[in-house]
């Protein structure tokens, strides 16, 4: 198992790096996948506008007259409305998705509760692939060879900014719709989740309630262990098979130990059906690391192309296979075996290209960089990776490294909260819906207990990340059809209290029968 | 009565202009004098001790390694602690002043009340006079000068990076003070009870209450008519006496009539006993105007040196002056008699010089042209001014030709909200004190309702401008002793809370008898 300083410097040795392009230790959101197909588990089947709006590239603080002319003041961000929602009408809820750290086939594949519901509300969708500045089209500067060329130009990619966006085109559009009365509703999963709560918090003067899901807002500093996520994954795999999670524990010496014997690395990448000759055993181990942390985010009840192709239950598989090889087989073997369920379902792959890291490197790794420093440590006991201490000094030094740019690992909780979250939000929030399903080792950041009547936690024990807004299926198990309905029920309740509030001119078309089930 | 667009360029003309120094029409919150003598009233009787905090320049991007090593990158923000206090020690109450756009003498003279309670609560008194970057010393860029040299520098001059400048200081104090159990109350008045009301609304995480006190945080776009501050002032003339404000409304036009005349700006210059001959009447009408406003404010029932050394309810001896004189004293010289109450109570002043400013250009200029865009127009009928309707394009216009920066008028309320803000807050909001005294002309800005059990407006129709942060005297009425142990009150409910739900280690000191009456 490679260490991040290790990782890097390799990284750094074999050439592989341009400027702004490296991948840090610490996990991943996942990320769009280059190879989904849209129509595939509903995903891309729905309609909307692609419009643009003249964003402000930063809105804390004043250029001149003469450089806000500038093209570099402003950018173009990309956002979608939906047609066909059947919206009410100035007055009729909005339902803004808030963009993550992603891109269009992403967006589609994660939002299909929300397309799904706002017919149920009449609600308008304002969506938001690539909302989120750096990502997608959005590009400041113009290009993203220009808008990731150091850390200049690079500033700007912040959380806050991204708020300020929202808030700012949220509040253009209603004005241009006539709508100022409309009530918005924020959905986001994963960093976008993050970025709905966060909007319920900073302005709740813009919405009037946020699902949040698989958010994993407290996964800094010391709020939770830093072993958290990885002891989640491990869990994960321990719950479908021990002889598999040992099988796993015990690679990671043999994997090093080959990699050290003359000629192992060739022997290694044979037996991992590799294209090219590993440099070094690390590099393996981060891309079965890597396939382990996203198969655990997307454990998933039924088939999925979320990030790859996958079965129902993709652990349960990757264990099957681990677990039912011949007697005499390696370990290497086995867990080659494993992983080819996750990089490789379709059967289609001939060799594997670890250089082709198909989540793409990009905006989080400089987000991670600079304010979004989660901690990441592997623990002795539960984990199935060997030990290893988050070392900020080193984190830090990456970074430096890397990007020019030094972290603010205590910024996001002295900007946002996070510490005493129950007690801060208790009196000063409402409206919040946190999902978090139990498998997803993102859930070790969530909230997870309800914290005040409005400010409410629901938790999927079998759930994977951010479940509930993936589009439904027939194949969806009970207590996901239920909980999508108990989210849209709360949100239900929210725009009914607003309207009877007098907020607006449109009763709500609510609960005219679950049209995702 | 000139309009700020000519008022500006006539200033132009004249060459007054240094390139950042220039006055808007809309009229100011009270500023530091240089004539206020620390020792009276009990101003500067309190101890303190002087520390420097280092702080981002921009707390919402993110300067590369090099650049983070060059000096404008970080400034030297001042921050006085309180000495003397008998804090609790860690986990015992920090009493946290927002500093305004002022400089010492008025932090001092503007906060006796948080002085003079923290020994009640076994408080730490932070505070905070130029805490507010670019202002008093803390200046980035090393200098005023160089602060102050153009848009490129005065950009980071925004209430959202004063209100990250108040959480990083608190974060970073209470760490250091291994005080993070400690709860923080926030003082605020005028600008700096925006700065508190925001801060709470922002960063509820930081603070668990905030005193605003005379906060117009409706005083944007079309939340509050924009009639409303001077009908206010009007109002305060008219109650005195109907004459009294009959007079000042007939003044305007004798005024500029006269100055028409051949020779009348010179009879101007001597009926008002100014220094040097006027250039325009208008200039007269913008020096009477401001005495007028600032009277209101400051429409104190007992003496203070706030703003000028000034007696008892002044507004009073001015109307007394201008109804007493002998008839056939004319308009003008009525007017005179009056506003000589304001501009030289003590009778020291030979001449006056117009263009002596005491109350300093400055910062204040610059946030006006940012994102503090308050309307400012004058009522037909219940004002004591000549009609005039807040033009927004010639004001942006005067932005732009003298600091080159273009307003953005929606910014504030898109930040921190100020529509339906009754709505927003019910529910998403808790612990605030807005105070407002109905002399104050800026109580037409501010929030008179209670909003919630635990947001709370605090209505004095006899009190002025943050009355109740003043230093108590023997003088107090009664009616003002009684809302200050009110307040009190309320954020000793505040600690009893936080402390009760096992908050901290220390139990305050509270309700020992009160100090301050």
């Known amino acids: 198992m490679m260490h991040p300083l290790r990782r890097f410097l390799f990284l750094l040795l074999v050439g592989l790096l341009p400027a702004a392009v490296w991948s840090l230790a610490p996990p991943r959101f996942p990320r769009p996948q280059p190879r989904s197909r849209p129509g595939v588990n509903g995903v891309g089947d729905y309609e909307y506008e692609t419009r643009y709006f003249r964003q402000r590239l930063d809105h804390f603080s004043f250029p001149g007259v003469g450089d806000e002319d500038e093209a570099a003041a402003f ?10 929602g059947g919206w009410a009408g100035p007055g009729g809820p909005i339902f803004f998705y808030c963009g993550n750290e992603g891109d269009i086939a992403w967006f589609a594949a994660n939002s299909g509760l929300v397309w799904e519901a706002a017919p ?3 609600a308008l969708i304002v969506f938001a692939e690539a909302i989120h500045r750096y990502y997608g089209e959005s590009m400041p500067f113009g290009s993203k060879a220009k808008a990731y060329n150091d850390s200049k130009s690079l500033a700007y990619l912040t959380a806050e900014q991204a708020l300020a966006d929202f808030a700012v085109l949220l509040t253009d559009l209603k004005r241009n719709l006539t709508a100022e009365g409309s009530p918005v509703v924020l959905f986001g999963g994963s960093y976008g989740g993050m970025l709905a709560a966060w909007m319920r918090l900073k302005y709740p003067h813009i919405a009037i309630g946020a699902l949040a899901s698989s958010a994993p807002i407290l996964q800094f500093e010391d709020i939770v262990p830093s072993t958290i996520f990885y002891d989640l994954v491990s869990d994960d795999f321990r719950r479908e098979s021990l002889s598999c999670f040992l099988t796993i524990k015990d690679s990671w010496k043999e994997l090093d130990d080959q990699g050290n014997e003359q000629d192992g690395l060739l022997k290694l990448s044979k037996t991992f059906h590799l294209c090219q000759t590993l440099k070094t055993s690390g590099d393996l181990s981060d891309w079965l690391s890597s396939a382990y942390s996203y198969l655990a985010m997307v454990d998933y009840p039924i088939p999925s192309e979320f990030l790859m192709p996958l079965p129902a239950n993709p652990i349960k598989e990757v264990c099957i296979n681990i677990d039912s090889q011949p007697e005499g087989t390696s370990t290497l073997e086995r867990i080659y075996a494993g992983v ?3 990089y490789n379902y379709t059967g289609t792959v001939g060799c594997f290209d670890l250089t082709d890291d198909p989540h793409g490197m990009g905006g989080w790794d400089w987000q991670a960089c600079t304010e979004m420093v989660m901690p990441m440590s592997y623990s002795e006991g539960r984990s199935m990776y060997p030990p290893y201490k988050f070392d900020y000094p080193s984190y830090a030094e990456d970074c430096i490294k890397s990007y020019g740019v030094r972290p603010r690992p205590r910024w996001i909780t002295t900007e946002f909260g996070g510490h005493n979250i129950t007690k801060v939000l208790e009196k000063f929030g409402s409206n919040i819906i946190f999902f978090n399903g139990l498998l997803d080792p993102w859930s070790g950041g969530g909230v997870l207990k309800n914290i005040s009547e409005s400010v409410i936690a629901i938790v999927a024990p079998l759930g994977a990340h951010h479940i509930d807004l993936r589009p439904a299926t027939p194949d ?11 989210e849209l029920k709360i949100i239900s309740g929210w725009l009914s209290d607003y309207y009877g509030a007098g907020g607006a001119l449109f009763q709500p078309v609510a609960d005219k029968g679950s049209s995702s089930s």
């Open 75 to 84: 950018f173009q961000q990309r956002y979608l409305v939906g047609r066909g």
């Open 340 to 342: 080819n369920v996750y």
């Open 120 to 122: 149920r509300f009449a």
């Open 476 to 486: 969806d198990p009970d207590w996901l059809v239920a909980l999508r309905e108990s």
